[in-house]
T-cell receptor, first 115, second 114 residues
Framework: GDSVTQMEGPVTLSEEAFLTINCTYT??????LFWYVQYPGEGLQLLLK?????DKGSNKGFEATYRKETTSFHLEKGSVQVSDSAVYFC??????????????FGKGTRLHILP | DTGVTQSPTHLIKTRGQQVTLRCSPI?????VSWYQQVLGQGPQFIFQ???????GRGNFPDRFSARQFPNYSSELNVNALLLGDSALYLC?????????????FGPGTRLTVT
């Protein structure tokens, strides 16, 4: 079945460092890919998405490119801030396989940014 | 605008008991989905409802059931609670069905089974 694998955390970086969180996926159809973020004490928020190969999603300085040839959707940010500390989930939705819109999530990567 | 709301925020139940969790979608949203997030894991899909009909069900036992009301709010019921049902239960709503419609998540209900 469809699945998402992302790098395990926690990831600890200093403020202004470059961030990469790796994500790869397995899907039988033509998935849309997402990054969600969960800040402490808050609900899941959509950070960015890409719906087809070679699309780049971007938001708040974060970027991820849908790479079909490597089945990857790595999250990057050029200069992280303390406020970026959160748990990040890579996810996919594989419309066309089933009727529902279920989102399949990775296990999450906890990010700590030190001032 | 009010986001997705869920109640209660927290609750504690004993093994074997039954629990009902509630979700109010964003105004105008007709689809509601439920997810279970065990500590340290990503959310797992339980159900999706659209226009009061079940549209999909994840790999959960029959102890889990749900329904959607005419006002599009939803309830998730879990019978015969097990320790392993302890988790954060998330509700998400969207305007319609299809991947083009973003799902908006509520803050969740944290269920502890003792």
């Amino acid at each position: 079945g469809d699945s998402v694998t992302q790098m395990e955390g926690p990831v600890t970086l200093s403020e202004e460092a470059f961030l990469t969180i790796n994500c790869t996926y397995t899907a039988t159809g033509y998935p849309s890919l997402f990054w969600y973020v969960q800040y402490p004490g808050e609900g899941l928020q959509l950070l960015l998405k890409a719906t087809k190969a070679d699309d780049k999603g971007s938001n708040k300085g974060f970027e991820a490119t849908y790479r079909k040839e490597t089945t990857s959707f790595h999250l990057e940010k050029g200069s992280v801030q303390v406020s970026d500390s959160a748990v990040y989930f890579c996810a996919l939705s594989d419309k066309g396989v089933d009727r529902d819109d279920k989102i399949i999530f990775g296990k999450g990567t906890r990010l700590h940014i030190l001032p | 605008d009010t986001g997705v709301t869920q109640s209660p925020t927290h609750l504690i139940k004993t093994r074997g008991q039954q629990v009902t969790l509630r979700c109010s979608p964003i105004s105008g949203h007709k689809s509601v989905s439920w997810y279970q997030q065990v500590l340290g894991q990503g959310p797992q899909f339980i159900f999706q409802y659209y226009e009061k009909e079940e549209r999909g069900r994840g790999n959960f036992p029959d102890r889990f059931s749900a329904r959607q009301f005419p006002n599009y709010s939803s309830e998730l019921n879990v019978n015969a609670l097990l320790l392993g049902d302890s988790a954060l239960y998330l509700c998400a709503s969207s305007l319609g069905v299809g991947v083009t419609y973003e799902q908006y998540f509520g803050p969740g209900t944290r269920l502890t089974v003792t």
